[in-house]
């Protein structure tokens, strides 16, 4: 990631693909605390409109927040994950699925603050392995 003065409206991240897996879904529940079955019952989910259990969905986002971050160039100069605006869960995310992302800076706006230029807006989209979106936002950093 480049300093704030050198980030242009239109530059793009893509990311690699990840695998969301079983390990990954069992792990979530355990650290959020969200046991509901769309996540954690296969039997029930079986006869489900979905037909088996799918990601939470802020597994998918935070899967997705790793996946940019690995993007980046180093060293960063993100200081810090500012905001989320406009999340939107569009489809559900399997076990097995490989998601990826594509981020596309939409907006700058100077800040007045210690450590940071200004904020960028990327729009933000998760997309499975058929090129599906599943995710959708507007993702906010403050940057050198």
């Not at 029930?44 to 990601?55: C, K």
């Not at 559900?92 to 800076?105: A, K, L, N, Q, Y």
Request: proline share 3%; with cysteine; charged share 25%.
């Amino acid at each position: 990631m480049t300093r704030f003065a050198e980030i242009e409206v239109g530059d793009v991240i893509e990311t690699a693909g990840r695998t969301v897996t079983e390990a990954d879904l069992a792990n979530f529940a355990g650290v959020s605390g969200d046991f509901n079955h769309l996540h954690t019952d296969a039997e029930r989910m079986r006869d489900s409109s979905f037909g088996e259990r799918i990601a939470h969905g802020a597994l998918v986002f935070s899967i997705a927040t790793g996946l940019l971050w690995q993007a980046r160039e180093s060293p960063s100069h993100v200081v810090a994950f500012y905001g989320i605006d406009r999340l939107r869960f569009v489809s559900p995310v399997f076990v097995g699925e490989t998601i990826s992302v594509r981020s596309e800076v939409t907006e700058k706006e100077p800040r007045d603050h210690p450590t940071a230029s200004g904020t960028v807006r990327y729009g933000t989209t998760v997309s499975n392995g058929e090129g599906e979106t599943v995710l959708s936002c507007e993702l906010l950093s403050l940057v050198e």
